[in-house]
C-alpha cells in the first residue's frame, strides 16, 4: 500500500478520533452541570434509600449519646471500685508494720 494513503487514514483516524472524545467530553460536561443545577430528579429508589438512611443515621446519633452515658457511668462505678479498694490496701500494709 502507499504510504501517502497511510499516511492520509492515519491523520483522518486521528482527527475523528480527537472529535469523538471532544463530543463525548462535551456532552459529559453538560450532563454534570444539569446535575448540580438541579435540573435531573432523582427516581424513587434513591428517595428511598436517602430516607432510609438518614432514619439509621438519626438513630445512630441517639445510640452515640447513650453511649457517652454509658461512659461516663463506666468511669464513675470505676472511680467509686478504685476508692473501696484503697482502704484495704493500706490497712494491709499498716498491720504488716
Known amino acids: 500500500m502507499d504510504p501517502d494513503i497511510l499516511d492520509f487514514f492515519g491523520v483522518m483516524l486521528a482527527i475523528f478520533?480527537?472529535?469523538?472524545?471532544?463530543?463525548a467530553v462535551?456532552?459529559?460536561?453538560l450532563?454534570?452541570?444539569k446535575r448540580l443545577q438541579g435540573g435531573g430528579r432523582p427516581d424513587a429508589e434513591v428517595l428511598t434509600e436517602l430516607l432510609r438512611l438518614r432514619a439509621e443515621l438519626d438513630?445512630?446519633?441517639?445510640?452515640?449519646?447513650?453511649?457517652a452515658e454509658l461512659?461516663?457511668?463506666?468511669?464513675?462505678?470505676e472511680r467509686?471500685?478504685?476508692?473501696?479498694?484503697?482502704p484495704e490496701r493500706l490497712v494491709g500494709k499498716e498491720r504488716a508494720t
Open 17 to 23: 478520533g480527537a472529535g469523538g472524545i471532544g463530543v
Open 26 to 29: 462535551v456532552s459529559l460536561s
Open 31 to 33: 450532563a454534570v452541570a
Open 59 to 67: 438513630e445512630l446519633q441517639g445510640l452515640r449519646g447513650r453511649v
Open 71 to 77: 461512659e461516663e457511668r463506666l468511669d464513675y462505678a
Open 80 to 86: 467509686m471500685l478504685a476508692r473501696g479498694r484503697e
